[in-house]
C-alpha cells in the first residue's frame, strides 16, 4: 500500500470511529410531568440536558396518561421530576416503577412545606396544588435546581445554580406584584368558590376564604352530589360570593348551573389553575399563568 493510500484508509478509519463514539453517546435526560414544573426545569437547566414533558398544554394533570414510548423515556431518564402527593394520578404507577429500579425522582410537593385540605370529602390529607403560592414555588425552583446538579452527569452546575436563582428572583418579584394587585380586592370580598379545590396555597398566602368547591374534591376525577351543590349554594348566597371559578381545561357546566341556582348574580370566570395553555395571551410559562390568574381573580372580585 502506498503511502498516500494509507494515509486515507487511517483517515477513514478515524472518521468511522468518531462518528461511531459521537452516536453512541446519548445526551442526559430529564423527565418532567406536568408542564407547570415543566416549564420551569426547563428554565433552570436550558439547553445542558434533553428535557421531556408528558403532559401537554391545556390538559388535566389529574387524568392524562404516557404512552409506551413515553414510559420507556421515564424508565431511562436520568432524573424524574414530578408533583407528588397523589396528582399525576395517570402516571404515578410508572414513576414508582421507575423509582423502584433506581432512576432518581423528586416529588417537588413534599419539599415545600404542603398544607392539608381542610374541608369536604378531603379533609385532613396532603393539597398538591402548591404553584399557586409562589412562595412556594421560589422554594422548588431551588429544590430542583439541586437535583439536577446532583444527578445529571455532563452539565455545568454553576451554570444550573445561576438559572436558578435568576428565575427564583423573577418568581419572587411575581409574588410582591400579586401582593398589591390582590391589596386591591376589598377583604370582605376576598372569598373563593372554584370548580374543585386548587387554590388552598393562594387562599393561604394572600388571605383568601376558600368558601367550597363546585367538585368537593382535590381531584377532577371525583364528582358531586345533589347535597353538596345545595350546601354550596346556600354558602354563596349567605357569603355573598361575586364570582365561581373554574379551570379552563375542564368544562364549566356545573359552575355555570350552580351560578344559575344560587339565584344570586355570581359569574363564572375561567382560570388557568392546574395546566399551562395554548392560548394566548393566557398561560404560556407559569409566570404568564400566575398573572392571568391574578387579574382574572381581581377582576372578578372586585365586580368588573
Known sequence: MTRPLARLVTA??????A?????GETAPSVVVTTNILGDVTRTIIGD??????????????????????????IERADLIVYNGLGLEEGVLRNVEAARRAGVPALAVAEGVDPIRFTADETAGQFDPHFWTDPRRMAKAVDLIAEQVVT??????????????TTYRSRVEQ???WVERQVATIPPRSRRLVTNHHVFGYFAQRYGFQVIGAVIPSGTTLASPSASDLKSLTDAIRSAKVKAIFADSSQPDRLAQVLASEAGVDVKVV???SES??????????????IRSNTEAMTDGLNGR
Open 151 to 164: 444527578h445529571v452527569d455532563g452539565i455545568d452546575p454553576a451554570a444550573v445554580r445561576a438559572a436558578a
Open 19 to 23: 462518528g461511531c463514539s459521537d452516536t
Open 174 to 176: 411575581l409574588d410582591s
Open 276 to 289: 399551562l395553555s395554548r392560548r394566548s395571551p393566557g398561560a404560556a410559562t407559569y409566570l404568564d399563568m
Open 12 to 17: 477513514i478509519a478515524f472518521v468511522l470511529v
Open 48 to 73: 445542558q440536558a434533553e428535557v421531556t414533558v408528558l403532559m401537554k398544554p391545556d390538559s388535566d394533570p389529574h387524568s392524562f396518561g404516557v404512552s409506551a414510548q413515553e414510559a420507556a423515556l
Open 270 to 272: 375561567p382560570m388557568f
